[in-house]
């Protein structure tokens, strides 16, 4: 079918059918464009978020120099999602971010007539950043500020200032630091800076509550003590929760473990002795033997005169002797020192919340409560778990409750706008696709597919406007002069028309 049959055909419909064509068209080329601009639209992601003002500065200044597009929506920067790991490659390359301060790299370039007060103002500086950007490297602190205090160094003081830090922490939302990381964080500055002593150091949150403690020995025991009590309630808490689930199912079982621990160190000596067994010690012996006359004067005064021979007197002969004997006994005995172990289990208490059962009854769940000897299945099970012990006053509870929700029967958290749009990226086009075909390509197909209607010649108006007359026997010539005379009379009009086309032609 030729152009000029196709123009021709739509000059031939009425103006209804006309607009109706336009109106098609105009659409088709809405929804086109729009296909067009939705399949090219950029998919932004987030490069940065939560920077400081000035790393969101040199962000964005550096985006535009690499002349890529970007949004900006409250403290996050927006780049397209296929550029946004490539981008975080490249600032970090470049010391992009810093971290919300200056570190060492102010040192990078190299500053002719710098004084040495500035020298050392820079220093302090760059340490200070240095140290904000380690301390933010803990997963709880959100954003970290240093302050030092280095006093200048003279002569002519007796008594030389030590250097002092504070520390301000932001922490993110639900985070706590234990008193193992303040310590840690304390031990870090101090160790950075020359002559810092750990009790120099404060510490505050961003509420202005002090976190930092002195570091006197008490101190320390007390947080070591409590961070291993609270190791131990998490140790056992794991174990239970994990052997419970695995029966009960995921998230129908919570436990709670409180462990009273004596931290007492005792140190005791026993000496025990064993009457059973005796052994000698020592032993000594002693024999004495005497024989003999005995010579002698008589008692008086004239035998103890000077000068004087004391008379002789006669006598029997002598003889004497003496032995003795001394034996010493040990008993056996055993001493030992015994030395209790610090931070013994004094008693242990641990109470278990279980869920019941669910039921799904049409649109509805049911809940039905576990037995009593399915709890006291479960009692008995952690009883063994804990090394249960009456004696020392253990206890434990376990109780049936019904949980709010039950975990298995919640349908798990969809992003369902990202997975809605992304569908409809893709199925937009083929709906359109799909309408273009069956409103615009299909009907002007099946318009065109129809005969042209060709004005009518004058031979074929004259055929279909010259009535049917009956079959006479008259000559030709009489029989078209009548037929002439017939249409001249019905339409004049158009019989004038015809005879003008006869004569031009």
């Known amino acids: ?59 964005i200044t550096k985006l535009r120099d690499m002349k890529v597009p970007y949004n900006v929506d409250g403290n996050a920067i927006y780049v ?28 990078d370039k190299t500053q002719v007539g710098v004084t040495e007060f500035v020298q050392k103002l820079n220093y302090v500086r760059a340490l200070q950043g240095e140290l904000a950007r380690t301390i933010r490297q803990l997963s709880e602190v959100d954003q970290a500020r240093v302050h030092i205090a280095i006093p200048e160094r003279t002569l002519f003081t007796e008594k030389e200032d030590k ?103 005792v140190e005791r000596t026993e000496e025990k002795y064993d009457p059973d067994t005796i052994a000698v010690k020592s032993e000594q012996r002693n024999q004495e033997k005497s024989s003999g006359a005995v010579s002698g004067g008589i008692p008086g005064a004239l035998s103890n005169q000077p000068g004087q021979q004391p008379p002789v007197s006669g006598g029997s002969p002598s003889a004497s002797q003496r032995q003795s004997e001394n034996i010493n006994y ?3 005995r055993s001493v030992s020192k015994i030395m209790q172990p610090r931070g013994e289990i004094k008693n242990i208490s641990v109470a278990v919340l279980v869920d019941g059962i669910y039921k799904k009854d049409k649109a509805k769940m049911i809940y039905s409560p576990r037995s009593e000897e399915e709890l006291k299945k479960y009692e008995e099970i952690v009883k063994a778990s804990i090394g249960f012990n009456k004696d020392r006053g253990d206890q434990v509870i376990v109780q049936n409750m019904p949980f709010e929700t039950a975990a298995e029967e919640m349908p798990e958290k969809t992003d369902y706008l990202k997975i809605f749009m992304t569908i409809l990226k893709y199925a937009v086009p083929v709906i359109a696709v799909a309408l273009m075909i ?56 158009r019989a004038a028309t015809i005879l003008r086309e006869w004569l031009s032609e």
């Open 330 to 332: 040990e008993v056996s």
């Open 438 to 493: 069956l409103f615009v390509i299909k009907p002007v197909i099946e318009a065109l597919k129809t005969p042209v209607e060709l004005p009518p010649s004058p031979a074929d108006l004259l055929r279909t406007t010259a009535p049917v007359v009956p079959e006479i026997e008259t000559s030709p010539e009489e029989a078209m002069r009548e037929q002439v005379m017939d249409v001249v009379k019905k339409d004049p009009r």
């Open 163 to 265: 250097p002092t830090a504070s520390v301000v922490l932001k922490l993110k939302s639900g985070r706590v630091l234990s008193q193992g990381q303040i310590g840690g964080i304390v031990h870090l500055v101090s160790s950075s800076v020359e002559g810092l002593q750990p009790q120099n150091v404060t510490i505050i949150d961003n509420m202005g509550n002090m976190l930092s403690r002195p570091s006197t020995g008490d101190m320390i025991a007390d947080a070591k003590q409590l961070e291993y009590q609270k190791s131990v309630d998490k140790d056992y808490e794991g174990k239970l929760q994990s052997m419970l689930e695995g029966i009960v199912g995921r998230g129908k079982a919570i436990v709670r473990v409180a462990a009273k621990i004596d931290f007492t160190e």
């Open 1 to 59: 079918m030729a152009l000029n049959d196709v123009i021709s055909l739509i000059k031939a419909w009425p103006i209804k059918k006309k607009a109706a064509l336009l109106s098609i068209i105009i659409m088709s080329i809405a929804l086109m464009s729009g296909i067009m601009w939705w399949s090219q639209r950029i998919d932004y992601q987030v490069l940065y978020s939560n920077l400081t003002p000035e790393d969101a500065g040199q962000v």
């Open 80 to 107: 397209p999602g296929s550029k946004v790991y490539e981008l975080r490659l490249d600032m970090a390359a470049q010391g992009i971010p810093q971290g919300g301060g200056v570190g060492f790299e102010i040192f």
